[in-house]
């Protein structure tokens, strides 16, 4: 198993829908999860939305999902589809895709 993913870390799966493309939402989230040290992916999807995939410890990544949520983000979010599981180590860095 993970042995090597630091115990009490999870996993943020989340869609993040309005208007979050072509407005740097994908460079600016990368800045936010590097900045609470967090590891992941960000990246548009065909359908308008933008997938972020996180992982860290459970307030950073409570803190970033409220940061998702805000108006600090560039765009407008409309909503945000979340889900928090159990972290799978599987990032190394936090980058766009």
Do not use: C, H, Y
């Amino acid at each position: 198993m993970g042995s090597d993913v630091p115990s009490g870390d999870v996993r943020l799966s989340a869609r993040v829908f309005g208007v979050v493309q072509g407005v740097g939402f994908r460079f600016w989230t990368m800045g936010k999860a590097e900045e609470l040290g967090l590891t992941g992916t960000v990246k548009n999807l065909d359908d308008g939305s933008v997938s972020v995939v996180a992982e860290g410890p459970r307030q950073r990544i409570q803190d970033f999902l409220e940061w998702l949520n805000s108006d600090d983000t560039p765009g407008r979010v409309e909503r945000v589809e979340d889900s928090v599981s159990a972290a799978e180590g599987t990032f190394r860095s936090f980058r766009a895709r």
